[in-house]
């Protein structure tokens, strides 16, 4: 019966890869992922900008160290550099933001002192760690960490410094903060991540670190341990039938786009939360209930674009690692732009150097999120090259400063990924994620059970946005599989961690 199983997953990305991989390690033979597009790795997308590689999509290893499988793996397939694997690098617990050495410009053409930029950074990370602090303790005062940290900012500020250029200063460069938690937390705005539920993310010890040969190099290793004939490309699907009564009938019938009709008894749904969003109504028959629906409803899905720039030279000190650029007139606090049609470059608070030189060239990478970064997928090569030469001459002071080439990322109109990966919004609690991955038909209803799975990193309770979530969660699912068939492994199995 186990061998026999039919098992259908929906999407080729690291989710519905890592489930596959799991299932026919322990036996499953009549295993089928269906893939909308024609490459596997979903978010995981590594291109090139000229000769160099370049991460489209994933970008880092969060937290490389013993409890991160995809340093694991990695690792067993011999895909980093040596300094990645010290134990060191493995030791070192950065929360999400490394110690970069960095330069700070300003909107007039300065260079800012070390001083006024530690002073303003310590105040927002005092004030981040205090948010992520509220989802123990209860009784937030605010619904959003972004209201959090803007009464809090302003008002430690001016308790703590009295000169009102250095102060208004420092609150301009607390807004550039504000830019990069919306890049790390994948969001429009920190308005829109709930306050209470902002402390839910785990993270992982260890210092970021990069794939040597890029990020599709694990997707390679991990389908070459997959029968060849397993994906079938270029299919996306239209609606899964679940809850079949009829005896005759399989419990879960898939229902592709070109036609094809697939029975099945088990299917693992991997799709992104923003495709699930635009098009749940449509994809189940019958229709998700009500408190899966209203979780995928609260939950938040944001755009976080890339904007690689490449330069015959650098321009930038050898040693750093990162450019930020802080406008002079965003001392109330702000990370969004009040025009987004004439300032949208103004959301993206600055750049990546990316290293080492001798692998990537002379390349920036420029972060923007949210709805400035929908806009500026909209826009030419050319208007997108214009704004950033623009703005790098204009931070600089330069006017002769003049990229060789641009490339960005377009997430949010990618139409199987709908925007970038999940956060917790307002009003969300650790029971949506849970909803998010409840399988259907939900315990206690007498039909065939986990008829529908769910996998990917907005099914993780607190490596949602991850990798390494979108890992797990794909082994959790075909463990609870596995479980359910009680099949006898031939070799002991990595643990899930959820």
Not at 164 to 184: G, Q, Y
Not at 242 to 249: A, L, Y
Not at 458 to 474: D, I, M, N, R, W
Request: net charge negative.
């Amino acid at each position: 019966m186990s061998v026999d199983a039919k098992i259908v997953i929906i999407g080729c990305g690291i989710a519905g890869i890592a489930a596959a991989q799991r299932l026919h390690k322990y036996g499953f033979r009549n295993l089928r992922i269906l893939e909308a597009t024609q490459r596997s790795g979903g978010r995981i997308k590594t291109g090139k900008l000229g000769n160099n590689i370049i991460e489209i999509g994933a970008n880092w290893i969060h937290g490389p160290s013993e409890e991160n499988p995809v340093f694991c793996l990695a690792r067993h397939y011999g895909l980093l550099d040596p300094e990645a694997l010290t134990p060191e690098n493995q030791a070192i617990d950065v929360k999400e933001h490394p110690p970069w050495i960095s330069i700070w410009f300003t909107s007039s053409g300065q260079k800012l002192n070390a001083e006024d930029c530690y002073l303003a950074q310590e105040l927002f990370f005092e004030l981040l760690q205090e948010s992520s602090e509220f989802h123990h303790q209860g009784g937030e005062p605010c619904p959003s960490v972004g209201d959090f940290i803007r009464s809090e900012a302003r008002k430690r500020a001016a308790e703590r410094w009295t000169d009102e250029m250095s102060r208004a200063l420092r609150l301009c460069v607390i807004s550039n903060m504000l830019k990069v938690e919306c890049c790390v937390s994948g969001t429009h705005t920190m308005d829109d991540v709930g306050l209470g539920a902002f402390g839910l993310y785990k993270t992982l010890p260890g210092v970021d670190c990069t794939f040597s040969r890029g990020y599709e190099s694990l997707i390679d290793n991990l389908m070459s341990e997959l029968p060849g004939d397993i994906v079938t490309y270029r299919r996306p699907v239209h609606c899964v039938h679940w809850n079949n009564t009829e005896k005759r009938q399989s419990p879960v019938v898939i229902e592709c786009d070109d036609g094809e009709r697939i029975a099945a008894d088990h299917v693992i749904v991997t799709v992104p939360l923003g495709y699930l969003k635009r098009h749940h109504s449509t994809l189940f028959r019958p229709p998700l209930p009500l408190h899966k629906l209203h979780s995928v409803q609260r939950l938040g899905f944001g755009t976080s674009n890339k904007i690689f720039v490449e330069f015959d030279s650098p321009w930038w000190d050898p040693d750093c690692e990162v450019i930020y650029l802080v406008w002079e007139d965003e001392e109330l606090v702000v990370d969004e732009v009040p025009d987004i049609h004439r300032s949208w470059i103004k959301k993206m608070f600055g750049f990546n150097v990316l290293k080492p030189t001798k692998r990537y060239g002379h390349v920036l990478c420029g972060w923007i999120t949210g709805h400035e970064a929908e806009y500026m997928e909209t826009l030419s090569e050319q208007e997108v090259t214009h704004a950033v030469t623009q703005l790098i001459r204009q931070f600089t002071g330069n006017p002769v400063i003049t990229p060789r080439r641009v490339l960005c990322s377009q997430w949010f109109h990618d139409p199987w990924t709908c925007g970038s990966y999940t956060y917790p919004a307002k009003f969300c609690s650790v029971q949506d994620f849970n909803n998010l991955g409840e399988p259907l038909p939900t315990t206690g209803e007498q039909s065939q059970p986990f008829q529908v799975l769910f996998a990917g990193e907005s099914t993780h309770p607190y490596f949602y946005s991850t990798v390494h979530g979108a890992l797990f969660s794909g082994w959790r699912e075909a463990e609870r599989l596995i479980s359910h068939y009680s099949i006898i492994s031939p070799s002991e199995p990595l643990k899930s961690k959820l």
